[in-house]
């Protein structure tokens, strides 16, 4: 089957952005890091939906509008862990903080989310529905978990405290598939609601990562480990 139209924008975009994302973070490393960061997000979170109205796609700009919202409630479950529990840090890169976060964390969820969620679409419209789920879960564990994996090397955030592999916080890897599965089913259920479901219907995926980065720290650190 060939690819679609969206399928074909999807994958010209990310592939220039990443392209981008090669030259700010390789070439201008005399700019901080956290102001490199802050320029690329800005700049995907506003390319996305200006390149879906240029094309009249609403289904594109309904996900991107489900994932920035998403994004912005992720700096609640990144300031819990680093603020009160401790085991994630955001060092000084020259990006201003919302409480411990990193400013560019706001919307740097957006990216991989976006890509987890049209991917599962393209398989459940291709392949089936429980195809679609294990993409997305699948795609979370190696998206989320490569970037903890590579991050610190910018040096972005990175895990403390707890166990790892590698630089991989062992607790947190099937919260981030939980996270990744979660919003694509919720997307799913709202994706033809009003666009202000998306506010409560993001509140609640960002609760149910919260909960379950608590549940699987404790689990792990302070049962398995301890």
């Given amino acids: 089957m060939p690819l679609t139209r969206s399928e074909k924008d999807a994958t010209i975009i990310h592939g220039l952005f990443t392209l981008l994302c ?4 390789f070439v201008f490393r005399d700019i901080p890091v956290g102001q490199r960061l802050l320029f690329l997000v800005v700049v995907y979170n506003i390319g996305m939906p200006a ?23 992720q700096v609640f479950p990144d300031w819990f862990l680093s603020a009160q529990l401790g085991i994630l840090v955001f060092p ?4 201003f903080k919302i409480g411990t976060v990193s400013g560019y964390m706001a919307g740097l969820w957006a990216i991989p989310l976006f890509i987890i969620l049209f991917t599962g679409d393209r398989i459940n419209a291709r392949v089936s529905r429980p195809a679609a789920y ?3 879960a699948v795609l979370s564990l190696l998206i989320f978990g490569g970037s903890e994996a590579f991050l610190w090397l910018l040096p972005s955030w990175y895990a ?4 790892m592999i590698g630089h991989v916080a062992v607790y947190i890897l ?6 990744g599965v979660s919003a694509y089913a919720c997307f799913q259920a709202i994706r033809t609601k009003p666009h202000w479901i998306k506010i409560p219907a993001a509140f609640l995926v960002m609760q149910l990562y919260l909960g379950s980065a608590a549940f699987f720290y404790f689990l792990v650190e302070k049962i398995i480990i301890s």
């Fill in 160 to 163: 403390q405290n707890v166990a």
């Fill in 134 to 136: 294990g993409g997305v």
């Fill in 22 to 25: 090669g030259i700010v973070i």
């Fill in 174 to 179: 099937i919260p981030e598939i939980i996270l």
């Fill in 51 to 73: 390149w879906g109205f240029f094309r009249k796609d609403k289904e594109w700009i309904g996900l991107w509008l489900f994932t920035f919202i998403l994004s912005l409630f």
């Fill in 92 to 95: 000084e890169d020259g990006c």
